[in-house]
């Protein structure tokens, strides 16, 4: 196992999540704009939920004293009640489609990184897997070791016995001895998938800027937002349907 690689692999990774959470945090949500629309956001929630508890009143009132609350007040207050729901669904929008757009720009630099690093480690093994990974995770694991298959590696190495004049069909990269099954070698691709997934959502947690709560659900809440519902209509799509779908992929 190559600890310097995989090393330079999780500084890499590291770096970069933590150089966009930086210039995330300067450009967009220290901007004037965003923080005046995030202020919004929190008077319009602030306000919403105070016509809301005073719609609830109302109707307890309305309920244990009939004569005393009239049902056009009632009326009046779910009128107002909803116009405050769907300005806050609009803030909320526009508040998400900024964090959005920081997500879009992270994606951006992680492609850029993980074609220079591809390029750097292309067909070359930066770690020994403790055991022989099944033949979907082989598609991942053994990503840019060799244009042939694991499999066909592996007969390969059986046959010459191994050790360092073992190699790849056609390839230069060498099998190391000490490897059981040529399988359970480690491209790149892999190592840079498992940062992804722990190392950049480590530094996100603590460097990333958090939406705040009411617009935290990313394409949840740009669904929301009056505008959004209104163009997926013109385009034949229901905004509960899409919701629906989410929640059964598991976004929901």
């Not at 300067?26 to 704009?33: D, L, P, R």
């Not at 909803?82 to 959005?100: D, I, K």
């Not at 492609?111 to 070359?124: N, S």
């Not at 190391?176 to 892999?190: G, L, N, Y």
């Amino acid at each position: 196992m190559t600890v310097s690689d995989i090393g330079k692999i999780v500084f890499s990774v590291a770096v970069t999540e933590f150089l966009t959470c930086i210039l995330s945090r300067k450009i967009i949500f220290q901007s004037e704009s965003y923080l005046k629309t995030s202020n919004a956001f929190e008077r319009a929630k602030s306000r919403r939920d105070k016509t809301a508890a005073s719609l609830a009143t109302k109707k307890v009132a309305r309920e244990e004293k009939p004569h005393q609350t009239s049902q056009k007040s009632i009326e009046k207050e779910g009128k107002k009640l909803q116009r405050e729901n769907e300005e806050l669904s609009a803030l909320a929008a526009e508040v998400a489609r900024r964090h959005t757009m920081a997500g879009f720009y992270s994606s951006v630099a992680f492609l850029v990184l993980y074609r220079i690093l591809a390029a750097e480690y292309a067909g070359k093994v930066v770690a020994l897997l403790p055991f022989e990974p099944f033949h979907l995770l082989q598609r991942i694991t053994f990503r840019g070791l060799s244009d042939i298959t694991a499999a066909e590696v592996h007969s390969h190495w059986v046959q010459f016995g191994g050790g360092p004049e073992a190699t790849t069909p056609g390839g230069k990269t060498p099998i190391p001895p000490d490897v059981q099954s040529a399988s359970q070698a480690c491209s790149f691709a892999f190592m840079y998938v498992l940062c992804s997934l722990s190392v950049k959502m480590m530094v996100n947690a603590a460097f990333g800027t958090k939406p705040p709560p009411g617009a935290d659900d990313g394409v949840g809440t740009l669904i929301e937002a009056p505008q959004n519902q209104k163009m997926m209509k013109n385009f034949g799509l229901n905004a509960e349907d899409v919701k629906e779908a989410r929640r059964a992929v598991g976004f929901g």
